[in-house]
């Protein structure tokens, strides 16, 4: 069963919840197993280019299967392959620190992109999203 309304909503709350513990301003993106959006929240005064790098994030942990960090180190391996296979999707892809896979047993339910903090802050953020849940 793919991850409902209400659960991806529930991880955007819970990634919030720790930026303000951490007391930085994020924006947080739920993409679908296919890299779709299915919910994104900005926080007030997080930057506006942040909405779209958490997006762009989420899609390629989606896509690829990959957490961030390991995304990024096929990027840095296998560049000319990435670079291929980024230009297949309808956003860029952007590896690193940020994203992490949204899982429901053995299946890839879709992934979380985080925006705003330092990547670090980014990804325990988004790992505190999917504690939420």
């Known amino acids: 069963m793919p991850l409902t309304l209400d ?13 303000n513990q951490l007391g ?9 197993e296919g890299g779709l959006l299915q919910a994104l929240g900005r926080m007030d005064g997080a930057f506006p280019l942040s909405a779209q ?6 899609v390629g ?13 096929v990027a840095q391996d296998r560049p000319a ?13 952007i590896p690193g620190l940020g994203s992490t896979l949204v899982r429901r047993k ?3 339910l ?8 330092k990547p670090e802050q980014d990804l325990e953020c988004a790992e505190a999203g999917l504690r939420a849940i």
């Not at 659960?7 to 930026?19: L, P, R």
């Not at 392959?81 to 892809?93: L, Q, Y």
């Not at 879709?110 to 705003?116: D, F, K, P």
Request: hydrophobic share 55%.
């Open 7 to 19: 659960e991806a909503q529930t991880v955007i709350a819970g990634a919030h919840d720790h930026a």
């Open 110 to 117: 879709g992934a979380v992109g985080v925006s705003g903090g």
């Open 81 to 93: 392959f990435f670079e291929a296979v980024g230009r297949m999707v309808r956003v860029p892809i």
């Open 106 to 108: 053995d299946a890839v």
């Open 24 to 32: 930085i301003r994020v924006a947080v993106a739920v993409v679908d």
């Open 61 to 73: 942990a989606a896509l690829w299967h990959r957490d961030g960090a390991s995304l990024a180190q």
């Open 53 to 58: 790098i958490a997006e762009s994030k989420a």
